[in-house]
């Protein structure tokens, strides 16, 4: 979610909607044109209180398909792109006209499992799972290294992070100990609901998926559109 600060006497006289298609705010810049489909191009705000910015207008391009701004960015037809899909990384960096920066984000990817519904409600089945989950191969061959385990609640450029969390590890045999101890020494099967969203999410699923079977887990993958998932 973006939180913001509006002019709250423009927006009570404009009304709730006006923000659909409206800027009501101090910034830096203001809003010139905004086409949600394609862009929005902000201008320079001379009127601001720290000073007019450097840039005298920015455009904002909004590109679906990650390959589109791989392929713009190759091209020099932007200054600027984010979310570039991992594979890509290297590929890029080989352009001598681009600097590609890889900070920490606060986006996580996590197996959520719902401890009030069987199996889940075994913590064994649940300490199972996470001993399968291939963490080094998500990394490595999904995130291409632009990722890394998680060692607590939160990402580590959130207040409150710590890395003193308990990390499990890719052991197999640990889990299936663990699932005879909980009593589905048999394994058992589950239906997994996918979100839509980044390509790397699928991929993950795909690797867990497998890697569950080994130790008699069936996953069944069902994919919905994220609207749909939120909703869920």
């Given amino acids: 979610y973006t939180f913001s600060i509006v ?3 423009l ?8 923000l659909k298609t409206n800027a009501a705010g101090s910034g830096p810049f203001t809003l010139e044109k905004w086409d949600p489909a394609s862009e929005a191009v902000f201008q320079a705000n001379n009127d601001y209180w720290q000073g007019a910015p450097k840039l005298s207008k920015v455009t904002l391009k909004f590109t679906k398909e990650a390959s589109n701004r791989v392929l713009l960015l190759n091209k020099s037809d932007v200054d600027m792109a984010i979310e570039i899909p991992p594979k890509d990384v290297a590929a890029l960096q080989e352009n001598s006209n681009l600097t590609i920066k890889s900070n920490a984000s ?14 889940f409600d075994n913590e064994k089945v ?15 061959d999904v995130m291409y290294g ?10 580590s450029n959130t207040p409150g992070f710590t890395d003193a969390g308990y990390v499990y590890e890719y052991n197999l045999d640990k889990a299936k100990e663990l699932l005879k101890e909980a009593g ?4 058992f099967s589950f239906d997994f609901t996918l979100g839509s969203g ?17 130790i008699g887990i069936k996953m069944n993958i069902n994919k919905v559109a994220r609207a749909q998932f939120l909703e869920q």
Avoid: C, T
Avoid at 11 to 18: C, F, L, N
Avoid at 126 to 134: E, K, V
């Fill in 7 to 9: 002019d709250q006497k």
């Fill in 11 to 18: 927006v009570e006289e404009k009304g709730d909607d006006y």
């Fill in 106 to 119: 606060n986006r996580i990817l996590f197996f959520a499992m719902n401890n009030n519904v069987k199996p």
């Fill in 126 to 140: 649940r300490q199972a799972i996470s001993y399968a989950i291939p963490y080094d191969q998500l990394i490595n």
């Fill in 146 to 155: 632009q990722a890394k385990e998680m060692k607590s609640a939160v990402a």
């Fill in 184 to 187: 589905y020494a048999e394994g």
């Fill in 198 to 214: 980044f390509d790397d999410w699928e991929y993950d699923a795909v690797l867990i998926q497998a890697e569950l079977a080994k």
